[in-house]
C-alpha cells in the first residue's frame, strides 16, 4: 500500500523520499548517470574533497554534464569510509577526471556491485556489513 503524500508533497507535486525509501547511489542501473565512491581520510571534510576531485584537472576532460555528491556515505567494517560522486553526460571525460583527482590526493574509488562496496584494489565490502549514511 503506498503512504499517503505529505502536505509538502501535495504542494511540490511530487513525492519526496523517506529515509526508508532511500537507496544506495550506485546500486541500480541507470542509463543517464554512474556513480563512484571516494575514500575520505578521517578527520577529512567530504565536501572539500570532492572539490579538490573534481577540479583537479585542468582544462576538464568531460566536455558536457556535470557531477555532483551523491548524498551518501559508507563505512565499511575496516572503518573506511567512501563518500558518493554521481555524474551524467560525458561519462568518459567525467570518469576520467574523478580517477586522476582521485589519484593525485590519495583517495581510492570504489563502486556498487551486486550488493557490494568493490574497490578498484579489488576488495569487496557487503553492503549488508556497512554502516550507510544519507547527508
Known amino acids: 500500500m503506498k503512504r499517503p503524500k505529505t502536505h509538502m508533497e501535495t504542494v511540490l507535486g511530487s513525492d519526496i523520499a523517506q529515509p526508508d525509501e532511500l537507496e544506495v547511489p550506485g546500486s541500480k542501473d541507470s542509463d543517464c548517470d554512474r556513480v563512484l565512491y571516494f575514500t575520505v581520510n578521517k578527520g577529512k571534510n567530504a565536501r572539500a574533497l570532492f572539490q ?17 555528491e551523491g548524498g551518501c ?21 567525467w570518469r ?25 584494489d579489488g ?9 550507510i549514511e544519507f547527508t
Not at 73 to 93: K, N, P
Not at 100 to 115: D, P, Q, R, W
Not at 123 to 131: D, I, K, P, Q, V
Open 96 to 120: 576520467k577526471d574523478i580517477e586522476l583527482g582521485a589519484a593525485a590526493v590519495g583517495s581510492e574509488l570504489a563502486t556498487i556491485e551486486n550488493g557490494n562496496l568493490v574497490t578498484f
Open 73 to 93: 556515505l559508507i563505512t565499511t567494517m575496516t572503518a573506511e569510509v567512501f563518500c558518493s560522486v554521481q555524474f551524467r553526460g560525458d561519462l568518459v571525460g
Open 52 to 68: 579538490k576531485i573534481l577540479n583537479f584537472s585542468n582544462p576538464p576532460n568531460a566536455q558536457s554534464g556535470g557531477a555532483h
Open 123 to 131: 576488495r569487496s565490502f557487503s553492503l549488508a556489513e556497512c554502516t
